[in-house]
């Protein structure tokens, strides 16, 4: 199976693009996994809340292939602690999936065609992340998540 994470934007603040570089670094021990990073819309500045969920949501849309399962990173997601996050992902890999695919969305969240093409919603929590850091969190859960299935230490250490 191979996993990806598709954000809109780039990540800016270098200790978070280093935190990520550790955790993908990490996850190469277990899974194919990849980061790709969409460039914000054009004229972003001029575009009001709906036009921009819009305008990133056409190119979001680009980047789904009909056999992937999409996953949002979303705050009216399901909800799970590490331990039944590492068996849902468990579960996805016994059933065959060949590519899992999570969204970080932009400042305003998703457009309703990237909710229709959606298979899950997950929340990482109920408090409100900044989406640069959402990245930073999701990559060292999902590397929690392969330890907790490989009964490593990390997860309790």
């Given at each position: 199976?191979?996993?990806?994470?598709?954000?809109?934007?780039?990540?800016?603040?270098?200790?978070?693009?280093?935190?990520?570089?550790?955790?993908?670094?990490?996850?190469?021990?277990?899974?194919?996994?990849?980061?790709?990073?969409?460039?914000?819309?054009?004229?972003?500045?001029?575009?009001?809340?709906?036009?921009?969920?819009?305008?990133?949501?056409?190119?979001?849309?680009?980047?789904?292939?009909?056999?992937?399962?999409?996953?949002?990173?979303?705050?009216?997601?399901?909800?799970?602690?590490?331990?039944?996050?590492?068996?849902?992902?468990?579960?996805?890999?016994?059933?065959?999936?060949?590519?899992?695919?999570?969204?970080?969305?932009?400042?305003?969240?998703?457009?309703?065609?990237?909710?229709?093409?959606?298979n899950s919603k997950l929340s990482?929590?109920?408090?409100?992340?900044?989406?640069?850091?959402?990245?930073?969190?999701?990559?060292?859960?999902?590397?929690?998540?392969?330890?907790?299935?490989?009964?490593?230490?990390?997860?309790?250490?």
């Open positions: 199976m191979k996993i990806s994470l598709i954000t809109v934007g780039k990540t800016e603040n270098n200790f978070l693009i280093e935190g990520i570089r550790v955790y993908n670094d990490r996850l190469k021990h277990y899974i194919k996994f990849e980061m790709i990073e969409i460039q914000s819309p054009k004229n972003l500045k001029k575009l009001n809340p709906e036009q921009l969920k819009e305008a990133e949501g056409k190119l979001l849309l680009n980047y789904f292939e009909g056999a992937d399962m999409i996953v949002l990173l979303d705050e009216k997601g399901n909800t799970f602690n590490s331990e039944t996050f590492s068996a849902w992902l468990q579960k996805q890999m016994n059933a065959g999936l060949r590519h899992l695919v999570f969204v970080v969305g932009g400042a305003y969240g998703f457009s309703s065609e990237v909710y229709q093409a959606a990482l929590s109920s408090m409100t992340f900044s989406h640069q850091m959402v990245r930073l969190f999701f990559v060292e859960q999902l590397y929690r998540a392969f330890t907790i299935l490989r009964n490593e230490p990390y997860h309790n250490s």
